[in-house]
């Protein structure tokens, strides 16, 4: 018989030794013939299956949403300040991506994580939330520097609107949602973002679609794949203001001295 040299890598998501690359099995002519779009690329390249078109959609909006958020967030503000130091596009854009982490966009996967544990145990908001304060944790996915009980986040408005219409289920979102009413009584900026929309939605996702068996979204929230929304989503502004710091020839930043408290 055939003997298999033993291989030093193993890859199961993409094969381009044949006429046309493959992602997951599904030849990139069926991708563009079929009018696939980017959630479904996302599908096929993250979680190796096609999904449902309410799941694609949702992956595209969260997308779309998270694009950018201004120029003065922690990730565009360190893109500029590289692309004004005269930095490549991609020392620019990782410069910006290097800011994402718990307390800005990368609080995606630990949303997922705390919030279905609260759930999955039958957690009052209450319990959850005293529970976390008592461990010294803050609770992923709630809070926001410029968001307010009366000013909501539109994003999160959207995601949830889109979320009560087309899937079939929203358990862990309504149970954030109940997390959010008591969170708001403490502090009226412990709103939910979307880093907790998304979190919390895409485990609804997972569950409600009925494609996935509960070790797999367990690995996946394990794993951590959320945060790769925000990731790559950003990745489109923080592009955006490198280009347009570019084309507006700005000079080398350096922050006022005003700014600054200089004490001892
Ligand atoms: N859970 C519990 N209490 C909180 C939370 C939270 N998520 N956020 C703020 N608080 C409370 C705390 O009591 C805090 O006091 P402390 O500093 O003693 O802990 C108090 O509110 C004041 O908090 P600030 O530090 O003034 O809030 P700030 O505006 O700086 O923080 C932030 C905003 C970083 C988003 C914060 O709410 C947080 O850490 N949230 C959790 C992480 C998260 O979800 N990040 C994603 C944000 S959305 C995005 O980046 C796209
Ligand atoms: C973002 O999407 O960058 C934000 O929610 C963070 C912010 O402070 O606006």
């Not at 300040?81 to 020392?91: F, I, N």
């Not at 403490?186 to 068996?213: E, R």
Request: glycine residues 10%; contains cysteine; hydrophobic residues 35%.
């Amino acid at each position: 018989g055939k003997v298999r040299a033993p291989t030093h890598v193993i890859s199961t998501i993409s094969d381009d030794r044949g006429e046309e690359p493959c992602y997951a099995g599904v030849p990139m002519s069926s991708i563009v013939e079929q009018g696939y779009g980017v959630g479904d690329v996302i599908s096929l390249l993250w979680f190796k299956r096609s999904l449902p078109r309410y799941c694609t959609q949702f992956i595209e909006i969260c997308i779309m949403l998270c694009a950018d958020h201004g120029p003065c967030v922690s990730g565009a503000h360190n893109t500029i300040v590289t692309a004004r130091a005269g930095k490549d596009l991609v020392s620019s854009l990782v410069s910006g991506l290097l800011t994402i982490g718990p307390r800005f966009g990368g609080a995606v996967d630990d949303a997922a994580r705390y919030f279905k544990d609260a759930y999955d145990r039958s957690l009052t908001p209450y319990e959850f939330v005293e529970g976390m304060k008592k461990k010294g944790i803050r609770v992923p996915g709630i809070g926001h520097r410029i968001k307010r009980g009366d000013n909501r986040d539109k994003r999160v408005e959207l995601l949830q609107k889109f979320a009560r219409t087309h899937f079939p289920s929203t358990k862990y979102m309504e149970y954030a949602v109940e997390v959010e009413t008591y969170t708001l009584s403490k502090a009226n900026n412990l709103v939910m973002n979307v880093d907790g929309a998304i979190g919390t939605l895409f485990l609804d996702l997972l569950a409600g679609s009925g494609l996935f068996t509960k070790p797999e979204i367990d690995e996946i929230v394990e794993i951590g794949y959320l945060n790769g929304l925000f990731v790559l989503a950003r990745s489109i502004g923080l592009i955006g203001h490198t280009f347009d710091q570019k084309r507006l020839k700005q000079p080398l930043y350096r922050h006022p001295w005003e700014d600054v408290l200089y004490t001892k």
